[in-house]
């Protein structure tokens, strides 16, 4: 069996904590590749490194789906569709930790149910780890109205939930859907004959119905873990049913719950994720008209779905400004962000007040805690974001957003905790800023929650607390993902701001003294030059520039390394003066002394981490790094929805005191 660290981050089984990026600093990760292996025209037995614990086993006929609707309009019908049910795409996979998927398509003309249908494919035991050539899956209630999609997925967890656009199943004997790119094959049976039919690869398997397939098998898939994303599809514009391969064609780009729009051969020249062919006018993908919503080819886009929670503290609730001070960050690196609230800021799609979806609201149910955690792993009390995302975001979105949730705490009493977290290489992340003694309408809740979204954006983009490391508050990383920086906000390089957010990090986080700031008189966060409180308030990713610091031969005349001007200093001794012989000092109170490196964050991201088995310049290890370099792997977000998570560390209690 192949196995992988999406397995890891499921958090479903007896796996070694250390393989997770989680709590202080975040880090660590590795790769548990194994080989590859048969999954069909025999029964075989194998053991994976890091597997799913079981998921929960259903009846031969599993209880009525529940069945919320996320879906966002009508889509129009392939012109060339014959009457009937049919399976419609079919998605690569690799892992034996995935999710394997398949789309069925409703053009009878009529509404259908799908429990009168049922699955046949490999399968694989979550048990034990062993494929089988064929098994038969019942499936769940779900009414189908005449030209509807639904995907059909394997529950490797129970925070996969049904609803209107998707399902997964398992079967009595703890089995779920398994293939491999390279050999396969789906049947859609009714009544014990065979209504749909596709094999591809090696696949040796043959129909129920014999004459539901005829002549060679759908050409392989690549095999490779870079595969994901990618499958075979019925075309829209050539949709049709000879039961032959002549039917199917393969594409760069999956699109589940919606039209096979994107064309054979189409790639992603922008590299962000999003084929060429949805970034022109009159272009789509899986319906979705990504153009109208702002994605131009020449730019990178990152499409951002964010949910908030019903709440009466203002931390939690999105801030227009917030939003749109991020929005600016990116828009001078030629990345368009594009946020969607839903009609939080306007009735009516408008792109520049953040709404992608009309007249929809984006606002939960209030929930004390949420944890970035499958549900086996939640703290008592608290609600999993993927719960909440299973049952909200539109399916079609996956390849293409990634989703933040405004949640409201992430400790079981609701207490101002952990600002956030983040899947890291990943599509989810959460901020958490509620307790956080944040008031309405002020400069400071727009720029922490701006510093903090930006923040845990970046852990899904590729980047770690510092930078390519995990080492923390190095001054000379000038970045918003440095804790240094990251509610203080980045001050002038050459000024007065540097020495200021030191005295203030040493005597509100580190409980030290500076000329003349105490921990019980700490550095005041309202006298910060270009701070939270002010609206010169400035958010950024580092472009690497900083000269190193040297902690055995530190010059304060040389403040992070960005030059200096009018006489300004860092004062690293906090005796108030220049001190014009080299100090020595572990200036980031890590426990040592090292040489502490800035890092070129903008040059790092990972847009699409889908494509990338070790993405280019991304997390790769300098001299001095803490860890090594994580082994990034392609992931499909419907099949990997769990991906390593980064929580933040939580502020001192102290801290928080002064915040309020």
């Given amino acids: 069996m192949n196995s992988s660290w999406h397995s890891v981050t499921r958090q479903l089984g007896p796996v070694a904590l250390a393989a997770l990026l989680t709590a202080c600093g975040g880090g660590g990760g590795g790769d548990s590749g194994g080989s590859p292996s048969a999954t069909s025209g025999s029964t075989t037995t194998g053991t994976a490194a890091a597997a799913p614990a079981p998921a929960p086993a259903s009846s031969d006929t599993p209880a009525p789906a529940p069945a919320p609707s996320n879906k966002m309009g009508s889509m129009p019908v392939p012109a060339s569709a014959p009457t009937g049910v049919f399976i419609s795409e079919i998605a690569n996979n690799y892992y034996s930790n995935s999710v394997s998927w398949i789309e069925v398509y409703n053009n009878s003309g009529a509404s259908i149910e799908l429990s009168n249908y049922s699955l046949r494919a490999p399968a694989l035991n979550l048990s034990t780890q062993a494929s089988t050539a064929t098994a038969t899956f019942a499936l769940p209630q779900l009414t189908l109205q005449p030209n509807d999609y639904v995907v059909i997925a394997s529950r490797v967890s129970a925070d996969l939930q049904n609803t209107s656009s998707n399902v997964y199943i398992s079967n009595a004997q703890n089995q779920v859907p398994y293939w491999q790119g390279d050999s396969g094959f789906v049947e859609l049976i009714a009544s014990g004959s065979t209504v749909d039919f596709v094999a591809f690869g090696s696949s040796t398997t043959k129909p129920v119905t014999a004459s539901a397939w005829g002549g060679i098998n759908v050409p392989a898939m690549s095999n490779t873990a870079n595969s994901y994303n990618t499958a075979i599809v019925r075309p829209f514009a050539s949709f049709r049913q000879t039961r032959t391969a002549s039917d199917w064609a393969q594409v760069n780009f999956t699109t589940p719950g919606g039209i096979n729009d994107v064309p054979e051969g189409v790639t992603d020249s922008d590299n962000d994720g999003i084929p060429d062919s949805a970034k022109v006018a009159g272009g789509t993908y899986a319906g979705q008209d990504l153009y109208a919503m702002g994605a131009r080819k020449g730019q990178r886009d990152l499409f951002i779905h964010v949910d908030y929670l019903n709440s009466t503290d203002a931390g939690v609730k999105p801030q227009a400004g917030a939003l749109d001070k991020i929005v600016q960050a990116f828009q001078k690196r030629n990345i368009a962000v594009h946020f969607d609230v839903g009609n939080l800021f306007a009735a009516s799609v408008d792109a520049s007040k953040h709404?992608?979806?009309?007249?929809?609201?984006?606002?939960?149910?209030?929930?004390?805690?949420?944890?970035?955690?499958?549900?086996?792993?939640?703290?008592?009390?608290?609600?999993?974001?993927?719960?909440?995302?299973?049952?909200?975001?539109?399916?079609?979105?996956?390849?293409?957003?990634?989703?933040?949730?405004?949640?409201?705490?992430?400790?079981?009493?609701?207490?101002?905790a952990a600002s956030g977290s983040a899947e890291f290489l990943g599509d989810d992340f959460m901020v958490t800023l509620g307790g956080w003694g944040l008031t309405a309408g002020s400069s400071r809740l727009m720029n922490y929650q701006a510093s903090t979204i930006m923040h845990e954006l970046g852990h899904t983009l590729g980047l770690r607390h510092g930078g390519n490391e995990d080492a923390t508050n190095k001054p000379n990383y000038y970045s918003v993902m440095n804790y240094f920086y990251q509610m203080t906000g980045l001050p002038n390089s050459q000024g007065m701001g540097v020495t200021q957010r030191y005295y203030y990090w040493l005597t509100n986080y580190q409980n030290q003294s500076a000329n003349g700031y105490t921990k019980s008189n700490p550095f005041p966060e309202s006298q910060l030059d270009d701070g939270p409180h002010s609206l010169t308030f400035k958010i950024d990713y580092s472009d690497g520039s900083s000269q190193p610091l040297n902690e055995d031969a530190l010059l304060e005349t040389l403040l992070i390394g960005r030059g200096s001007a009018n006489g300004y200093f860092a004062d690293w001794s906090g005796n108030g003066i220049d001190d014009r012989t080299p100090l020595i000092k572990d200036l980031n109170n890590s426990g040592s002394h090292s040489i502490l490196n800035d890092h070129n964050d903008w040059g790092s991201l990972v847009l699409n981490s889908r494509r990338n088995v070790n993405a280019n310049n991304s997390g790769i290890g300098m001299a001095g790094s803490s860890k090594p370099a994580p082994s990034i792997r392609a992931f499909d977000p419907v099949a990997t929805p769990f991906q390593p998570v980064i929580t933040e560390e939580a502020p001192f209690i102290a801290h928080m005191k002064h915040q309020h």
Avoid at 389 to 410: C, E, G, T
């Fill in 355 to 416: 709404n992608l979806s009309g007249d929809v609201s984006h606002q939960r149910n209030h929930a004390t805690c949420t944890q970035l955690l499958v549900s086996s792993k939640l703290t008592a009390g608290c609600s999993s974001l993927y719960a909440i995302k299973s049952v909200h975001l539109d399916i079609r979105r996956k390849p293409v957003f990634r989703y933040l949730l405004m949640a409201n705490s992430q400790a079981p009493n609701g207490s101002g």
